[in-house]
């Protein structure tokens, strides 16, 4: 366990508790097969008492187990100078000396993964280093930016975050308040309002039109006119107009369109095959490196072989380091089958006959199934993907709200998409329905969407809108 403890910066706080493995099961949980294979063969390279069980070894080579030194004495190396061997630094164990191979080999990283600009992660994480934050306040400062989107908002509540760091909401809130001063600014807004709000306050227009329409009247900006909004807020239209012109100079999305992204190829991390009439899930790690704990280092420490003290301080803490990262791996492992499985359980129909069949799900809904966390099922869901009989899917495609019905139904937005798509394939070109046409279309078939649902669903089934759909008779 180690302490964690925040600076008189952000305000004195009572000692907290957190654990490292804990920590180091999250972000592992957040990154897809790919990225978790480099982790891997990093790990491999910096720890000596990590080792990759190679294929031809016997199965009865169990991580973490420990053999009888008399059943292994004839595999056991000679008597270890420990001064030598590691140094005052340690340095040697960064050379990859234990390994037989380099983690800057070509067998280790897939040519395609290669990031030649700065991703939106490591920006974050640069600005993180440089912060005056302790290191149990960086870890959870870590944690906050791996829930932050490539748009650069964050996508996990402050509680849920809290409750899987098992500390108090407002430790994480303090340093979430830190990691807002970041640029770009707006980076960790919850939302809009928020974002554009960041974005006046730097500009120092807190006492302004614009700050006030912002912050209290954002939902109006779509459905009310200047005049509409001038009566509202008892000014003139000319100053509300003034107004809409800075709002419209901000950006709604604090990251969008500046960052890298890495080149990564789609490779699945759960893949779905039907076995009879079960459906079944593996976990796709034909790839990983399979790690146990180095038996030689371990019997060494069980023995108590003679070894400066600092060293044998060193090599526990390797262990328990081993220990973490094994278990890490594990506990993603179980994890994301056992969501999988729980997915698999409510969308059968889809997995039996198809994308007409998927219905609506949530992530609270299968947070329930499982007894996690929603968080959780977020992180299993963030940029992973899954090989189905039906094709390859990104895990979050799964997840979806439904629009009601009369009948008390939810459809799911694909279904609904589909039928807006078909009544456009009917209209007379001549005359293309307007959204509200579309909406009011719909409502006949027990479908309620407002106008603007309406055109956010065309626009994106990449539809024009009807001005430009309109075909002009020959001979008119």
């Known amino acids: 366990m180690v302490e964690l403890k925040l600076t008189p910066s952000l305000g004195q706080r009572p000692e907290l508790v957190i654990q490292p493995g804990l920590i180091q099961s999250l972000k592992l949980l957040m990154e897809p097969v790919l990225n978790l294979e480099m982790i891997i063969r990093q790990r491999l390279a910096e720890n000596p008492l990590l080792e990759e069980v190679e294929s031809q070894d016997s199965g009865d080579d169990i991580p973490e187990s420990s053999p009888e030194p008399e059943q292994r004495e004839d595999k056991q190396p000679e008597r270890i100078d420990w001064q030598e061997f590691l140094g005052e630094d340690h340095e040697y164990l960064r050379d990859g000396g234990f390994r037989d191979y380099s983690v800057n080999s070509e067998e280790d990283y897939p040519e395609t993964i290669s990031v030649s600009e700065e991703s939106l992660f490591d920006h974050l994480m640069s600005q993180l280093g440089y912060t005056k934050l302790n290191e149990k306040q960086k870890e959870i400062g870590a944690y906050i930016i791996g829930n932050i989107n490539d748009a650069g908002f964050l996508t996990v509540s402050v509680e849920d975050m809290a409750a899987e760091l098992k500390v108090e909401p407002e430790t994480v809130r303090e340093v979430l308040k830190v990691i807002k001063t970041f640029d770009p600014t707006g980076i960790g807004s919850r939302d809009l309002r928020e974002c554009l709000l960041a974005q006046l306050e730097e500009q120092g227009l807190q006492n302004t039109l614009a700050w006030t329409i912002v912050d209290l009247h954002l939902k109006n900006l779509e459905n009310k006119s200047v005049m509409q909004l001038s009566k509202m807020l008892d000014t003139t239209p000319e100053k509300i107009d003034q107004a809409l012109k800075v709002i419209r100079s901000l950006s709604p999305r ?53 070894a400066p003290e600092q060293t044998k301080l060193y090599i526990k803490e390797k262990l328990e380091q081993a220990r973490w990262l094994i278990n890490a791996i594990n506990q993603r492992r179980s994890t994301m089958i056992n969501v999988m499985q729980a997915i698999v359980e409510e969308q059968r129909e889809f997995f039996e006959n198809g994308e007409n069949f998927l219905k609506p799900l949530t992530m609270e809904q299968i947070a329930d199934k499982v007894g996690m966390n929603v968080a959780t099922i977020s992180r299993v869901a963030h940029g992973k993907y899954v090989q189905t009989p039906m094709g390859m899917y990104e895990i979050k495609y799964f997840f979806n709200t439904g629009v009601a019905t009369d009948n008390g139904e939810d459809l799911p937005k694909r279904i609904v998409k589909s039928k807006i798509e078909e009544i456009i394939k009917t209209e007379n070109p001549a005359t293309p329905y307007s959204d509200q046409e579309l909406a009011r279309l719909l409502t006949k078939q027990g479908i309620k969407l407002a106008r603007r649902t309406v055109t956010k669903y065309r626009e994106e089934l990449n539809i024009k809108a009807a001005r430009y759909r309109k075909e002009i008779p020959r001979g008119s």
């Open 254 to 306: 604090p990251a969008t369109g500046r960052f890298a992204k890495a080149a990564t190829p789609i490779v699945p991390d759960l893949i779905v095959e039907k076995v009879g009439d079960e459906f079944v899930i593996f976990h796709n790690d034909k790839n990983l490196p399979q790690l146990r704990i180095n038996q030689s280092y371990r019997n060494l420490i069980k023995r108590g072989t003679a």
